[in-house]
């Protein structure tokens, strides 16, 4: 038998109201909100909303603020160069984002007319929309009844409704779940409300289920589970790729990047040439002068610099080797490094290019060991011990 203090079942009509007029109250002052009752412009819902997948309001706040300063409107942005979106983008991550941004643009200010669909199944037709930003737009900028679920709301849901099913199979009917507590009317305001009870109450871990206005609804707190809800099935492990940079500056002061090939992983950024990342190359590289000649993009005398650079992606872990070199003004990458990707910038232009957080890693570690104490021909690498791992790390 259940015991009287917990709810058979979860009242849905309870929480709505009470969750509405906790937001009303609370709801969190963000650049990209607009108050409550009030429909939000689709154009900034959509940035913000592609801005946060993955990433923090905290880091995303003054990156929208900027963004929206420099292209207003989505016809402003789809008239910027996609290399000045990625620019603008870096350091943010998941750069296939940014590339989708720019494509949506260009579809909404032309075919579209610089309207956004006012529909989920219009605005998933566009480029980088998937089924939460769609419901979020549709909610939020159109005051549609559309149900946008996301990590913090899984995590809400989940305790409310005490569902053990551990994710990811739990998905659909946590998705279910929530659909059903979405009202008719305030959609948009329903979805905040979940996603700021997520984010600054129902938290990962310590919920404060005694500031929560919907405490005594929630299952979760009632049954003494909800700190471990979401149940999670084990993850595997990333696997770890290694690759070796090559980091070589010229006389004047110039760092040679080169452009990656603009499908796939981090495609169109900059990045500091270097061996693949899932081959025996970097081993080969890194065994001998010849072999670093080899793989390296210009003619030149490398040092290897000491530590290495790691890099969390999502699916894999990264450790970079880097070799350092200098060359004089006329040197030239080449046929290997594919001379027409390749560009010189100065140290004064990178922090305006397109390099995404990893490269910027590898150029910090580079440039910082210029000392010769931390350089090592690689005559004197192959009678030291193995090289210690930078402190450098850093979720992707
Ligand atoms: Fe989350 Fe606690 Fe509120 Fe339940 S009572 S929704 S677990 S904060």
Redesign the pocket.
């Given at each position: 038998m259940q015991e009287s203090h917990i709810p058979a079942e979860t009242d849905v009509e309870a929480i709505v109201p009470g969750l509405l007029a906790w937001y009303e109250r609370e709801a969190r002052a963000l650049p990209w909100r607009a108050p409550p009752r009030a429909k939000q412009d689709a154009y900034k819902v959509w940035l913000s909303e592609i801005m946060l997948q993955q990433t923090t309001v905290k880091a995303v706040a003054p990156r929208y603020i900027d963004f929206l300063r420099r292209w207003p409107d989505v016809n402003a942005l789809a008239r910027a160069e996609l290399g000045e979106v990625l620019a603008a983008w870096a350091g943010l991550g998941y750069y296939a984002r940014a590339r989708n941004l720019h494509a949506c643009a260009q579809e909404v200010a032309g075919a579209l007319d610089g309207t956004f669909p006012d529909t989920e199944a219009g605005l998933r037709k566009l480029p980088g929309i998937g089924a939460y930003t769609a419901a979020a737009i549709a909610a939020i900028a159109f005051g549609r009844r559309a149900t946008p679920v996301d990590g913090n709301i899984e995590r809400?849901v989940a305790?409310?409704f005490a569902v053990e099913t551990p994710l990811p199979a739990a998905k659909g009917e946590i998705k279910a779940l929530a659909e059903s507590l979405t009202p008719e009317t305030r959609a948009g305001d329903f979805a905040q409300s979940l996603m700021d009870?997520g984010a600054t109450?129902?938290t990962p871990r310590r919920?404060?289920?005694g500031l929560?206005p919907?405490?005594p609804e929630?299952r979760?707190?009632a049954q003494g589970i909800?700190e471990q809800l979401p149940y999670k099935e084990e993850k595997a492990p990333r696997p770890t790729r290694r690759g070796v940079a090559f980091v070589v500056r010229r006389a004047d002061g110039a760092v040679l990047l080169r452009e990656r090939h603009p499908k796939g992983m981090l495609g169109g950024m900059l990045e500091v040439p270097a061996t693949s990342w899932d081959s025996k190359e970097w081993e080969q590289a890194l065994s001998g002068t010849e072999a670093v000649a080899r793989s390296a993009p210009v003619e030149a005398a490398w040092q290897e610099v000491l530590g290495r650079v790691e890099h969390t992606f999502t699916h894999f872990h990264l450790e970079l080797s880097v070799c350092y070199a200098e060359v004089p003004k006329k040197a030239v990458p080449k046929e290997t490094a594919e001379p027409a990707r390749c560009r010189w910038l100065m140290i004064e232009e990178l922090p305006r290019a397109a390099l995404p957080t990893v490269m910027r890693k590898v150029l910090a570690h580079a440039l910082e060991a210029k000392r010769p104490s931390r350089l090592k021909t690689q005559a004197a690498k192959r009678r030291a011990s193995p090289a210690p791992r930078s402190a450098n790390r850093r979720s992707a």
């Open positions: 809400v305790r409310l009870l109450i129902c919920p404060a289920c929560c919907a405490r929630c979760g707190f909800a």
